[in-house]
């Protein structure tokens, strides 16, 4: 854990007032190991819906399920001591009504231990936003490219460039105004990120926006080099994990046919060793 790390675990509320301080750091974890990897240097943990992506090797996040968020969260919830752990509402979770978005979000806190809820959605989704908060929902709003309406939105551009950014920056501000916490701009180009994290009063988290936001998130998968099936522009990578398990796993392989493995060390005697007795 790094000196300048923050502890300890901050609440949606202590999130909302980091509002133009030091950047949030936020990462995306779906398992117990990964959670405990983040956990002392993220303020905010994300639960993602990504997960159907990376995790399930789904083509979208659209056939992610409630029960696969329920599971995921459970997992990273045991694998989190301080940082705050947020949790995406599914496609077909909460669009019909403020009604089915409060029954599901309840189940997903309740079921998980999260401390608050993402959804994804500007205007449209403001009043439900408002009705979540106004029952104890904690909402982290996602505006922006809103990867679970891909086929409304013809793919996974870049939103707001010219005449569009309007829209973009209504939807920051509306989801702001109903009482988010936080809002992820995904994709959004730099220029339009300033602007909006100067227009609305709760921190803005980039994923593809702007170092100007209030705070960043990125999938841990794709910043550890992980998940390799396509590179978003806006991904760094801190590690090659990926190539170094496929070298360690072409090892074992080459390792198990040439008899190297197991080694002497690895395999247990015929006779149970004397207690005491140097083994
Ligand atoms: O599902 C996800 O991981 C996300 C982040 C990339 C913002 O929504």
């Not at 949606?12 to 995306?28: E, S, W």
């Not at 019909?96 to 205007?123: D, Y």
């Not at 916490?181 to 988290?205: H, Q, S």
Request: neutral net charge.
């Amino acid at each position: 854990m790094s000196a300048t790390a923050p502890t300890p675990a901050p609440s949606p509320n202590d999130v909302k007032a980091r509002k133009g301080g030091v950047p949030l750091v936020v990462l995306t974890a779906y398992t117990t190991p990964v959670a405990r990897l983040v956990d002392a240097e993220c303020d905010v943990v994300l639960v993602g819906d990504s997960v159907g992506m990376v995790l399930h090797g789904l083509p979208s996040t659209l056939g992610v399920t409630m029960e696969m968020m329920v599971l995921h969260g459970a997992a990273v919830r045991r694998g989190l001591t301080r940082a705050l752990m947020v949790i995406d509402m599914p496609f077909g979770s909460y669009e019909e009504s403020p009604a089915q978005a409060f029954r599901n979000a309840r189940r997903l806190m309740a079921e998980t231990g999260a401390a608050a809820v993402k959804l994804e959605g500007g205007v449209s989704m403001a009043e439900t936003v408002a009705f979540l908060v106004a029952r104890g929902v904690p909402v982290m709003g996602h505006v922006g490219l809103t990867p679970q309406a891909v086929n409304t939105l013809g793919g996974y551009k870049v939103q707001g460039r010219g005449a569009d950014a309007e829209r973009i920056a209504a939807d920051a501000v509306a989801v702001a105004d109903a009482g988010a916490f936080a809002v992820v701009l995904e994709k959004v180009p730099d220029g339009l990120a300033r602007r909006i994290t100067a227009e609305i009063a709760v921190p803005t988290i980039g994923i593809g926006a702007s170092a100007g936001c209030d705070g960043q998130v990125l999938v841990v998968d794709d910043m550890l080099g992980l998940f390799t099936a396509f590179r978003p522009k806006f991904v760094k990578r801190y590690a090659e994990l990926g190539a170094a398990a496929e070298a360690a796993i072409a090892g074992y392989a080459a390792d198990v046919r040439a008899r190297r493995f197991p080694a002497a060390e690895h395999v247990f005697a015929d006779e149970a060793p004397v207690k005491g007795a140097r083994k």
